[in-house]
DNA sequence: CCTGTGACATAAG
DNA sequence: CCTTATGCCACAG
């Protein structure tokens, strides 16, 4: 493994540690703020090793349409709904309502 | 080196 | 609105 492949793991984890309190973004958000657009899925891939990463909140990255498609990688079945909505993000059927409202975008906040 | 895979995104039917 | 298909790219085996 070269260090630029770590790297990318380490932005999206740097980047995800930025998202503020009861902020959310999307995976491509993160992707094209890396200067990855399309390696959207790669944020995810890399998501999935946060779980080392207790300071990385992987329940703030949802898809661009606010779904909670990663739910599944956490421990219970609810339990990314209920971290979220703990941080005042209401969540209706895997769906961050208001999203748009919650959304961080580290391109338009960092960049 | 090649193949499979993935927590996405976009387009098409 | 739904399902499929394709692109994308890095990682794991």
Same mark, same amino acid.
């Given at each position: 493994?070269? #260090?630029?492949? =770590?790297?990318?793991? $380490?932005?999206?984890? @740097?980047?995800? =540690? *930025?998202?503020?309190? &009861?902020?959310?973004?999307?995976? %491509? @958000?993160? @992707? ?11 944020? %995810? ?12 909140? @992987? ?7 606010? *779904?909670?498609? &990663? =739910?599944?990688?956490? /421990? %219970?079945?609810?339990?990314? $709904? $209920?971290?979220? #909505?703990? #941080? &005042?993000?209401?969540?209706? /059927?895997? $769906? ?8 961080? /975008?580290?391109? =338009? #906040? *960092? &960049?």
């Amino acid at each position: 493994m070269r #260090e630029e492949n =770590k790297n990318f793991f $380490q932005k999206v984890y @740097a980047v995800a =540690k *930025l998202i503020p309190y &009861g902020r959310v973004t999307s995976y %491509g @958000a993160i @992707a094209k703020y890396l200067g990855a657009t399309r390696s959207a899925r790669m944020v %995810g891939w890399a998501m999935n090793g946060a779980h080392n990463m207790p300071e990385v909140p @992987a329940h703030r990255v949802v898809n661009k349409i606010g *779904l909670l498609t &990663g =739910k599944h990688h956490f /421990d %219970g079945t609810n339990l990314m $709904q $209920q971290l979220l #909505e703990s #941080e &005042g993000i209401n969540v209706v /059927d895997n $769906q961050i309502t208001d999203f748009e409202k919650h959304f961080w /975008d580290p391109w =338009k #906040e *960092l &960049g």
